[in-house]
């Protein structure tokens, strides 16, 4: 079959099905893998001498699809080849980059399947190409590996930056080793400092762009909810949207409070903090669950981001368990729209946890201002990274509605950093008023 590159998926659509009709059965299973033919161009490798291929694309844009045909042609055609597959957790590895609709397995043609191992973690070609899939969450599995080629999946929301470097030092093998990373674009430092590289070609692209092969309620709901607004430049046009104007929390100073997981000392006091959706169900909101502690350095941390969209004996239960792993001194609740209920289903989760319920008498601002505070002092850590928590400290303005996750957060750093002082409260050596 002699086709042009790109031919198909640039022809208007009465003339790719006619085009289509008119081939064999042979014919069709042959182009039905022919990616080349329905790609378009923004998702083939690009020509010339690169290091970093970053793809900077919307929900829905083809990412997954992207970098599976890529990871897929250049282990079928380079005999031998290893090929590291990392996403932000091992599911994301296993149920998209290998299993999903678009993923690994999905693209290969039927004459060349290659073995899956999900215990190994691993996809085996005939020919010898192997792909180990790796967590973001461990970065110290990739110590040893050495790779021909990477595929980074969602890089913007990998918990340990860490991860990053550890994948790089083991690109080392064969004449040329290269990456590919696609993601939906955040203003963090690795995706700030990729996009300065210049061995990195970068591809942005939308949403808008693969919408002939997107359900057209997707269009309808999701698209119309969030068109138009921040999140919606972010997650559907791959803007990279910098600092907000007003807001109390800054990109930088997230980023300098980054540390590691083996750079913490002993926590001194850890509490879990919820903020509760009273409701459940798929309208109801995220209920905001952040474990944060005080180590024996004086520094706050936060230790982990559990919120979910669930019902109230999920979250309590989500709650409990981030309790008893982390040896928590304390849960934290705002009650004011949950009452009692917040209380109640923690303890029949648990019924000797130790319960400290609170009150938002006074404004989100007000509370606020303190913890972002402690944030300008340098004084609190991220041990990791918290893509969709620091995207509400970063994109809150004083005024409007205060998100899930914040919330939780303020509330555990005033319970563990602010001590009320005569009608106020005391932070760095100061005293300030309500």
Same mark, same amino acid.
Request: charged share 25%.
């Given at each position: 079959?002699?086709?042009?590159?790109?031919?198909?998926?640039?022809?208007?659509?009465?003339?790719?099905?006619?085009?289509?009709?008119?081939?064999?059965?042979?014919?069709?299973?042959?182009? @039905?893998?022919?990616?080349?033919?329905?790609?378009?161009?923004?998702?083939?490798?690009?020509?010339?001498?690169?290091?970093?291929?970053?793809?900077?694309?919307?929900?829905?844009?083809?990412?997954?699809?992207?970098?599976?045909?890529?990871?897929?042609?250049?282990?079928? *055609?380079?005999?031998?080849?290893?090929?590291?597959?990392?996403?932000?957790?091992?599911?994301?590895?296993?149920?998209?980059?290998?299993?999903?609709?678009?993923?690994?397995?999905?693209?290969?043609?039927?004459?060349?399947?290659?073995?899956?191992?999900?215990?190994?973690?691993?996809?085996?070609?005939?020919?010898?190409?192997?792909?180990?899939?790796?967590?973001?969450?461990?970065?110290?599995?990739?110590?040893?590996?050495?790779?021909?080629?990477?595929?980074?999946?969602?890089?913007?929301?990998?918990?340990?930056?860490?991860?990053?470097?550890?994948?790089?030092?083991?690109?080392?093998?064969?004449?040329?080793?290269?990456?590919?990373?696609?993601? *939906?674009?955040?203003?963090?430092?690795?995706?700030?400092?990729?996009?300065?590289?210049?061995?990195?070609?970068?591809?942005?692209?939308? *949403?808008?762009? @693969?919408?002939? @092969?997107?359900?057209?309620?997707?269009?309808?709901?999701?698209?119309?909810?969030?068109?138009?607004?921040?999140?919606?430049?972010?997650?559907?046009?791959?803007?990279?949207?910098?600092?907000?104007?007003?807001?109390?929390?800054?990109?930088?100073?997230?980023? @300098?409070?980054?540390?590691?997981?083996?750079?913490?000392?002993?926590? $001194?006091?850890?509490?879990?903090?919820?903020?509760?959706?009273?409701?459940?169900?798929?309208?109801?909101?995220?209920?905001?669950?952040? $474990?944060?502690?005080?180590?024996?350095?004086?520094?706050?941390?936060?230790?982990?981001?559990?919120?979910?969209?669930?019902?109230?004996?999920?979250?309590?239960?989500?709650?409990?368990?981030?309790?008893?792993?982390?040896?928590?001194?304390?849960?934290?609740?705002?009650?004011?729209?949950?009452?009692?209920?917040?209380?109640?289903?923690?303890?029949?989760?648990?019924?000797?946890?130790?319960?400290?319920?609170?009150?938002?008498?006074?404004?989100?601002?007000?509370?606020?201002?303190?913890?972002?505070?402690?944030?300008?002092?340098?004084?609190?850590?991220? $041990?990791?990274?918290?893509?969709?928590?620091?995207?509400?400290?970063?994109?809150?303005?004083?005024?409007?509605?205060?998100?899930?996750?914040?919330?939780?957060?303020?509330?555990?750093?005033?319970?563990?950093?602010?001590?009320?002082?005569?009608?106020?409260?005391?932070?760095?050596?100061?005293?300030?008023?309500?």
């Amino acid at each position: 079959m002699s086709c042009l590159v790109n031919s198909i998926a640039l022809l208007p659509e009465s003339d790719r099905v006619a085009f289509v009709h008119s081939l064999t059965q042979e014919q069709l299973i042959y182009l @039905n893998y022919a990616w080349e033919e329905w790609a378009r161009p923004t998702q083939l490798p690009p020509a010339g001498d690169w290091n970093f291929w970053l793809i900077l694309a919307g929900r829905g844009f083809g990412k997954t699809r992207t970098g599976a045909e890529w990871v897929s042609n250049l282990a079928r *055609t380079q005999p031998g080849v290893r090929i590291a597959c990392i996403a932000p957790t091992a599911s994301d590895a296993r149920d998209t980059m290998v299993e999903g609709e678009s993923g690994i397995l999905a693209v290969s043609p039927p004459t060349d399947i290659p073995l899956y191992e999900p215990s190994k973690r691993r996809v085996t070609w005939k020919n010898g190409s192997i792909v180990t899939l790796f967590s973001a969450e461990e970065p110290n599995r990739l110590r040893g590996p050495q790779h021909h080629y990477l595929w980074a999946d969602e890089l913007a929301a990998w918990k340990y930056p860490e991860t990053w470097d550890m994948a790089l030092f083991g690109l080392r093998l064969g004449d040329h080793p290269q990456a590919c990373i696609t993601t *939906t674009p955040r203003p963090i430092k690795i995706i700030r400092e990729l996009k300065k590289e210049p061995s990195c070609i970068t591809v942005t692209g939308s *949403t808008y762009e @693969n919408r002939d @092969n997107l359900a057209p309620s997707f269009f309808e709901t999701i698209i119309k909810k969030y068109e138009g607004t921040r999140l919606g430049r972010q997650e559907l046009n791959a803007e990279i949207l910098d600092d907000i104007e007003g807001a109390l929390w800054r990109r930088d100073m997230i980023e @300098n409070a980054r540390v590691r997981h083996d750079q913490i000392p002993a926590m $001194v006091r850890v509490v879990v903090a919820i903020d509760p959706a009273v409701t459940s169900g798929e309208d109801s909101a995220e209920t905001g669950i952040v $474990v944060c502690g005080v180590g024996a350095d004086g520094f706050g941390y936060v230790l982990q981001d559990l919120s979910l969209t669930a019902s109230p004996l999920e979250w309590a239960t989500a709650a409990i368990g981030a309790y008893n792993r982390h040896n928590a001194d304390r849960v934290i609740g705002e009650v004011n729209n949950g009452g009692d209920l917040i209380e109640t289903v923690l303890r029949t989760v648990a019924p000797s946890v130790s319960f400290k319920a609170v009150h938002a008498s006074r404004g989100k601002q007000i509370r606020a201002e303190p913890i972002a505070a402690l944030y300008e002092q340098g004084r609190i850590r991220h $041990v990791g990274s918290f893509p969709e928590l620091e995207d509400q400290l970063c994109e809150w303005v004083p005024g409007a509605t205060s998100p899930d996750r914040m919330d939780a957060l303020v509330w555990a750093f005033t319970e563990l950093m602010i001590k009320p002082q005569h009608g106020g409260f005391r932070i760095g050596g100061a005293t300030r008023t309500w």
